[in-house]
């Protein structure tokens, strides 16, 4: 169980592949490190060592992924000063970038093995994918369906060099041209467990989810389907999450939630 309530967030997604842009709200990428050393490495690493591996996250890759990716750089510039603050910030049409404790935690249940597949259900500004494709030999793949944060990802991601593919539409269904996935992560909370994602898990495949209802603490659950198909789910504690943006999302088969 996790030992207090968490904030994080991001919005929910996916349709169409990107090609590269970017959005005003987001700083130019690598504009505050053009010369010279990192001016915001001793930042990350004190907030790794204070409010991530201090509270628990105990894996070496994805402790590394988080001291290496830039947060400033998925962080709006009138924002900077808190880029490394363990709290969600805004980022535009009410989304927000997620708190480092939560990106790093959700990461960590994944449980990611070198040539995993990864699918991320609510891009955002593109830190939580960052993290993911900083772990090293993953695939990952992200749905975002607010279009101006789509685009704006897509482009920043490339920018800095991580190797994600972006897809503007509803991530209630998934991706299933890309389907199966070892594992699934979804960034806002939608009040059940949507079926598309768990159809799209690979044999032995991890999902990572916040469930609960808008405008108030969810529990974050983990499932696991293992080899005999059958679903598992792990109650990981609570959370705060922005709800999961899509339309018609009561026309569609819900799996219950444990």
């Not at 659950?221 to 609570?238: H, I, P, R, S």
């Amino acid at each position: 169980m996790l030992g207090s309530q968490l904030s994080a967030c991001s919005s929910a997604a996916t349709q169409q592949v990107l090609a590269t842009s970017s959005l005003a709200e987001l700083p130019t990428p690598g504009q505050e490190n053009t010369t010279g050393p990192d001016p915001y490495r001793d930042q990350r690493l004190q907030m790794v060592e204070k409010t991530i591996a201090g509270r628990g996250v105990k894996s070496e890759n994805v402790l590394r992924a988080m001291r290496e990716v830039p947060r400033h750089e998925f962080t709006p510039p009138e924002f900077l000063d808190q880029a490394y603050a363990d709290h969600p910030l805004p980022i535009g049409y009410g989304q927000t970038i997620s708190q480092p404790y939560i990106v790093a935690r959700m990461t960590e249940l994944l449980a990611l093995e070198s040539g995993d597949k990864v699918l991320e259900i609510g891009t955002g500004s593109g830190y939580q994918a960052a993290v993911l494709a900083a772990l090293g030999d993953v695939e990952v793949y992200s749905i975002e369906i607010v279009p101006e944060l789509a685009d704006s990802a897509a482009g920043l991601l490339e920018s800095l060099g991580y190797q994600v593919e972006v897809k503007q539409g509803d991530g209630y269904y998934g991706w299933p041209e890309e389907a199966p996935f070892d594992a699934i992560i979804v960034t806002a909370a939608p009040d059940h467990l949507p079926a598309p994602l768990i159809a799209q898990l690979a044999s032995g495949g991890r999902l990572v989810i916040p469930i609960g209802p808008p405008g108030s603490y969810q529990s974050l659950w983990k499932f696991e389907l293992d080899q005999a198909g059958e679903l598992k789910a792990y109650n990981m504690g609570g959370v705060a999450f922005v709800p999961f943006t899509r339309e018609g999302i009561q026309q569609e088969t819900a799996v219950p939630t444990p």
